[in-house]
């Protein structure tokens, strides 16, 4: 067996199953989500939008095949400047522009796992430093399983916990988690009313991450409940009490930037 058809197993996801890279390509087990999801991986591939990997088809096995995005996974949120986070919202911002003229599948089907507060658009629901990939110049963001129905600004205030981070763990003074809360919306770029708006959902985002937890490990589904045994949903319910602790000092950012 070459190179190019070895299967390396591609590690590090909570619960994508049966993920590997064969050569250029990463293999994903199909889901019923799957075809609506490569609808939309198309579609940015014909509108050229940078910043996704893209949908080349299924293998002999029926498995999704995307482009292997090389680079270096998972940045520490503590590498990421605020240049660097200011290009994370300037990609964002691209994606969900780019998305506003999908038009969905007859009979599409969403892996949507938090209801979020409007659907007027179809989002990733992921956006986190553990999705992205940073190569020469370049940011991808990965793992479009979990893409559906969902808002701008809800997406975006998943990405701002994750990549300020907004998190008492973070070693970040509250000025500076400031700075980079607003680096990030800066770099997306909102109006005046979407920037309060997003101050408003900052909070109830991260607390429907520990929601969606604690539901899920009390049914029994997994990698829910192995997340919880390991304190995921105190993690994020102790996140979503300093986010709301501080709400003054996120408006303040929002409200001053441009």
Do not use: K
């Amino acid at each position: 067996m070459d190179d190019s058809s070895r299967e390396e197993p591609l590690l590090g996801g909570n619960s994508a199953t049966s993920v590997v890279r064969v050569g250029a390509t990463v293999r994903r087990v199909a889901q019923p989500s799957t075809e609506s999801v490569n609808a939309l991986l198309t579609h940015f591939a014909r509108v050229g939008v940078p910043g996704v990997p893209r949908f080349l088809g299924y293998d002999e096995r029926g498995r999704q095949i995307l482009t292997y995005v090389a680079g270096s996974a998972n940045p520490d949120p503590s590498d990421l400047g605020p240049e660097d986070l200011a290009r994370v919202g300037q990609l964002i911002r691209s994606l969900h522009d780019a998305a506003d003229s999908f038009v969905e599948p007859e009979g599409a089907r969403w892996n949507v796992l938090i209801t979020p507060d409007e659907s007027t658009l179809i989002c990733h629901h992921d956006l986190a430093p553990w999705n992205l990939v940073r190569g020469a110049g370049t940011m991808t963001f990965i793992d479009w399983d979990g893409a559906g129905p969902g808002s701008r600004l809800w997406d975006l205030a998943y990405a701002a916990h994750g990549f300020v981070p907004l998190s008492p763990r973070a070693e970040l003074t509250l000025d500076e988690a400031a700075r980079r809360l607003r680096a990030l919306v800066e770099g997306y770029g909102l109006s005046r009313a979407e920037r309060a708006r997003l101050a408003t959902l900052l909070g109830p985002r991260v607390r429907s991450m520990s929601e969606l937890l604690r539901a899920s490990a009390r049914e029994g589904r997994e990698p829910w409940v192995t997340l919880v045994r390991a304190g995921h949903d105190t993690m994020w319910l102790d996140d979503f009490h300093f986010v709301t602790d501080h709400d003054a000092t996120w408006r303040a950012a929002l409200d001053s930037a441009r």
